[in-house]
């Protein structure tokens, strides 16, 4: 059951009223399956999507694009850096974060992400350094006190499995690629980052579902800038909702294609065969 109104709107619920207007402004502006997949980019879940462009993700090895992850939060700290610069894009970014967590549904995925900037945010904001091993540790530590049973999620393995990759290994391997991809910093950046993450995942995936994808590498490749334009864009089509309207079409209307092109490499990427 959902409820439709209420007379006494408690701010404990706030999070979650947020989600809706989002998820409602989103549907409103865009047509079913691009509104599913947009829906699950800014406050994450595939249930929007069909059954075909849900396997087709999990194939191509998109699907933690609709898992809302450290990723999302960097796009969003991106945003913030990008408009008011490095010292008041990480002031502003800090609320932002804390309330994108429960928007998001407060996953551990999402938990861990906001745990680890939040510590380096203070350690920027402090001028003192944080290294990214000891806040990977304090936000397993954190979530493991508040529930101890949350070791067996197998999205938080995910999330600490794939982190600590790129801690370890995603820096020295994009030093290695510089001499290869000269001059190309985002494809340097984003080989690395996939091959990390993946490997240390590999284990985890194999066990839990049987499989794993081969051709994130290049969908990743294919998609990771347009992910950040359309996560970006989507942020700004429900703040325009809510304070402007009349804006929400022609916002929605540079927005369609850049989700029509994730929609397309999926699937064109899922359909190279042996992709699993």
């Not at 989507?234 to 009349?246: D, R």
Request: with cysteine.
């Amino acid at each position: 059951f959902e409820v439709l109104d209420s007379k006494r709107d408690s701010l404990r619920f706030a999070p979650q009223r947020i989600a809706r207007f989002c998820r409602n402004a989103v549907q409103r502006a865009l047509p079913e399956r691009e509104a599913g997949l947009l829906t699950g980019l800014l406050v994450g879940g595939s249930k929007n999507l069909s059954d075909t462009d849900q396997t087709a993700f999990r194939i191509a090895g998109l699907s933690h694009l609709v898992a809302v992850s450290g990723l999302h939060i960097g796009f969003l700290v991106g945003f913030c850096t990008l408009l008011f610069g490095k010292r008041w894009g990480t002031v502003v970014s800090i609320p932002l974060v804390l309330l994108f967590v429960p928007v998001a549904g407060a996953t551990p995925s999402v938990l861990r992400a906001a745990l680890m900037y939040l510590t380096a945010a203070g350690g920027f904001l402090l001028r003192r350094r944080s290294g990214g091993l000891n806040a990977l540790l304090m936000a397993l530590a954190v979530l493991l006190l508040v529930n101890p049973y949350s070791i067996a999620s197998v999205g938080l393995q995910l999330s600490f499995a794939s982190t600590l990759g790129l801690i370890l290994f995603a820096g020295k391997l994009q030093h290695a690629l510089e001499k290869p991809f000269a001059g190309a910093p985002v494809i340097t950046s984003a080989l690395s980052c996939t091959v990390c993450a993946t490997t240390f995942t590999v284990p985890i995936l194999l066990t839990s579902f049987g499989a794993v994808s081969v051709l994130s590498p290049i969908s990743n490749l294919m998609t990771v800038g347009v992910t950040s334009l359309c996560f970006v864009g989507g942020f700004v089509l429900c703040v325009a909702a809510a304070v402007c309207p009349a804006l929400v079409p022609m916002l929605a209307g540079l927005i369609r294609p850049l989700i029509s092109y994730l929609l397309w490499s999926a699937n064109t990427i899922a359909d190279l065969g042996f992709g699993t």
